[in-house]
Nanobody, 131 residues
């Protein structure tokens, strides 16, 4: 089973930046990491988990409208790690951020970012943005 470990969360003021990382392991072969769609979700208490960004094995990306132009997802297939660069942070970005992996489509991502399409999840990292 794939293990995902997030890092990089923290507290910043509005307008600041953070970079989240998600290290993936547990593949039968290291190259299998390439066969996963990787994504970031976030959740605040009392709300449903929201898809933030996803990246396919080919580097195709998709973003929630709320983060377009501010967040950038990327992946390093040599390190089995992917990232979420968050710039221009707003108080409404405050949430627990989770990384997720879907290996059912050979590295392609579904059109919609739905948490039900992802089987493997990290433990989460908290991002807090103050005004």
């Amino acid at each position: 089973q794939v293990q995902l470990v997030e890092s990089g969360g923290g507290s910043v003021q509005a307008g600041g930046s953070l970079r989240l990382s998600c290290a993936a392991s547990g593949f039968s072969h290291d190259s299998n990491y390439r066969l996963y769609c990787m994504a970031w979700f976030r959740q605040t208490p009392g709300k449903e988990r929201e898809g933030v960004a996803a990246i396919s094995r080919f580097g195709d990306t998709k973003y929630a409208d709320s983060v377009k132009g501010r967040f950038t997802i990327s992946r390093d297939n040599t390190k089995n790690t992917f990232y979420l660069q968050m710039n221009g942070l707003k108080p409404e970005d405050t949430a627990m951020y989770y990384c997720a992996a879907d290996g059912t489509r050979s590295g392609l991502c579904y059109t919609l970012l739905r948490d039900t399409d992802f089987d493997d999840w990290g433990q989460g990292t908290q991002v807090s943005v103050s005004s």
